[in-house]
């Protein structure tokens, strides 16, 4: 079967025509359009090409994997990045052994922080990608699919497994931190 002819189809109903009607073979499909934008978001988190394109690669046949239980309350690709940002972040709290509360102690934010002080407009790109790598990887995370990715902030409850009130919190609390470091970084 040629999947070229199936490159057109939505996600939806390529899973429909996976699950429903047995053609597994056209997971392919969905495998390659979306390779690149997981092995990029994996990048952008472990700095390391070789690495990336692992974890693309293991995020997606866990995907394959999950895809029964896909139910299609939001789009394919919110629900394929979380299972990414969730494999990263657990991975990445593992490896650098975080446990968010106890981070966010030891990396203590003064009680006011003027953010008054910083211009959008006159940020240098350099310096904020120097301070993303210094935050909490659940901190980047959710910066990332707030700001990069433009999810609501139910769809990044329902990713992180936290209420609402606990995303706009941490939202807060992180555009703070890149704040105060941005300011007070050399």
């Given amino acids: 079967m040629s999947n070229l002819k199936y490159d057109t189809l939505s996600d939806e109903a390529l899973i429909k025509m996976i699950y429903d009607e047995g053609h597994k073979e056209l997971y392919e499909v969905i495998y390659n359009r979306y390779f690149k934008k997981v092995r990029d978001k994996c990048h952008s988190f472990l700095k ?12 997606l046949v866990k995907v394959y994997e999950k895809l029964p239980g896909f139910k299609g309350q939001s789009a394919f690709a919110s629900w394929l990045y979380s299972i990414t940002y969730n494999y990263l972040i ?6 650098k052994q975080l446990h968010y509360p106890r981070w966010n102690e030891e990396n203590h934010l003064p009680e006011i922080i003027d953010e008054s002080n910083t211009d ?9 990608m ?8 659940e901190e980047k995370a959710l910066l990332l699919m707030k ?9 990044i409850a329902q990713i ?3 209420t609402e009130d606990a995303v706009k919190m941490r939202l807060k609390r992180a555009r703070a ?4 470091m941005y300011n007070n970084e050399e």
């Fill in 48 to 59: 390391n090409k070789a690495q990336a394109e692992e974890f693309a690669n293991d995020i």
């Fill in 90 to 95: 657990d991975y990445l709290r593992k490896k």
């Fill in 120 to 128: 959008v407009e006159e940020l240098s790109y350099d310096k904020l």
């Fill in 130 to 137: 120097l301070i993303f790598e210094k935050i909490h990887p």
């Fill in 147 to 155: 700001y990069q990715e433009g999810l609501p902030l139910k769809t």
């Fill in 160 to 162: 992180l497994i936290i």
């Fill in 177 to 180: 931190r890149v704040i105060y």
